[in-house]
């Protein structure tokens, strides 16, 4: 699966109803893409604290589909989810946070993170060729 509008016929399918009852779950799920365009994205939204917490959060605990059903906001995650990993499993947010490399930044705030070097260097081109 790749699209949010791929998960959403698919949860129709399962749960009933139509995808455009869906469609607002599986786009939030897959709008991690926005920050890395590839399979890493996965690590803020496809996992069962995600699942678990911040869905049900956003969504509350059920939906009512245009049938009338109401479904698990926590099921319809979980099965975007599996159906990203072939039917296998729901990754931890441990899963994905012992795999990152813990840098000096993210302890105490020693050094900086990439995008605050980044940032800092643009403003000292800009002050470089700044003409006030």
């Given at each position: 699966?790749?699209?949010?509008?791929?998960?959403?016929?698919s949860?129709?399918?399962?749960?009933?109803?139509?995808?455009?009852?869906?469609?607002e779950?599986?786009?939030l799920m897959?709008s991690?893409?926005?920050t890395?365009?590839?399979?890493?994205?996965?690590?803020?939204?496809?996992n069962?604290?995600?699942?678990?917490?911040?869905?049900?959060?956003?969504?509350?605990v059920t939906i009512t589909?245009?049938?009338?059903?109401?479904?698990?906001?926590?099921?319809?995650?979980?099965?975007?989810?599996?159906?990203?990993?072939r039917?296998?499993?729901?990754?931890?947010?441990?899963?994905?946070?012992?795999?990152?490399?813990?840098?000096?930044?993210m302890?105490?705030?020693?050094?900086?993170?990439?995008?605050?070097?980044?940032l800092?260097?643009?403003?000292?081109?800009?002050?470089?060729?700044?003409?006030?």
């Amino acid at each position: 699966m790749a699209k949010p509008w791929v998960h959403a016929e698919s949860s129709a399918r399962k749960f009933g109803g139509s995808p455009e009852d869906y469609i607002e779950i599986h786009n939030l799920m897959d709008s991690s893409k926005g920050t890395i365009a590839d399979s890493r994205h996965r690590a803020l939204t496809h996992n069962a604290w995600f699942l678990s917490v911040i869905l049900e959060r956003i969504f509350g605990v059920t939906i009512t589909n245009s049938e009338g059903r109401k479904i698990s906001v926590r099921e319809i995650g979980e099965q975007h989810v599996l159906e990203d990993y072939r039917m296998r499993y729901i990754p931890s947010a441990q899963d994905y946070l012992q795999e990152i490399e813990l840098k000096k930044w993210m302890i105490s705030g020693a050094g900086a993170p990439p995008s605050f070097a980044k940032l800092n260097r643009v403003r000292s081109i800009k002050k470089e060729f700044s003409f006030d």
